[in-house]
């Protein structure tokens, strides 16, 4: 087994990266970070100050996993995700000490573009749409919408985030539609299910 680490990856001298693990052009590992054998992690990705990424995680391209993160086995991040600080994954929905549950952790799912917040904690076994937006401090339980902005614990939605990063002047439920200020994309709500016009 051995590492496939692209040349332009820039790892610091105080981080482990277990033979077998594969991490794309671009990518910066910073101090203490620990990446396990059979992680797959893309081109332009941040490992943040004590970072851990497990054996069995998927980290697609430009995701940035910020300081005092745990990326547990079967955490899946698409392209373009961003982890805040000391945010939480978990992967075994009821652990015990004296109980081996390996063989029961649940597939956790982030989507494209989305954004955790700081100390969010996401339960496993949940699936996170495109360009979702948790806040800080969050607790999600339940599947989440693409755009949706996601507060409280256990969160509830508030309303719709753009890609931009920026709330949407949209109800939560009906047909509606509104543009991102920023850069003029219309997004249309139908229900209780936002889409971006293309």
């Known amino acids: 087994m051995t590492l ?7 790892i610091h001298n105080s981080a482990i990266v277990d033979e077998g693990a594969q991490i794309g052009e671009g990518s910066r590992v910073w101090h203490f ?3 396990c054998s059979g992680a797959k992690i893309g081109e332009g990705v941040s490992l943040g100050q004590n970072v851990f990424i497990g054996h ?12 005092n993160v745990s990326v547990y086995d079967n955490v899946h991040l698409e392209d373009g995700v961003f982890c805040g600080p000391s945010m939480v994954f ?3 929905y ?3 000490s004296l109980i081996e549950r390996k063989d029961q952790y649940l597939d956790t799912i982030v ?3 989305a954004t955790l917040g700081a ?3 996401i339960i496993c076994g949940i699936t996170i749409g495109e360009y979702a937006f948790v806040g800080a401090g969050a607790v999600i339980n339940k599947d989440v919408p693409a755009y949706a902005l996601m507060v409280g614990v256990p969160a509830n939605q508030i309303g719709w985030m753009s890609e931009f ?3 949407l002047n949209l109800p939560l439920k009906g047909k509606a539609q509104a543009n991102c200020e920023h850069t003029n994309a219309i997004y249309l709500l139908n229900d209780s299910l936002v889409t971006k016009q293309v």
């Not at 496939?4 to 820039?10: E, F, K, L, R």
């Not at 069995?56 to 300081?67: D, E, M, R």
């Open 4 to 10: 496939s680490i692209h040349p332009t990856v820039s």
């Open 33 to 35: 970070v620990h990446v």
């Open 56 to 67: 069995k995680v998927t980290i697609g391209n430009h995701c940035k996993i910020q300081n």
């Open 90 to 92: 978990t992967n075994v």
């Open 94 to 96: 009821n652990p015990r």
């Open 111 to 113: 989507k494209k573009g």
């Open 119 to 121: 100390n969010c904690t």
């Open 165 to 167: 990063g920026e709330q």
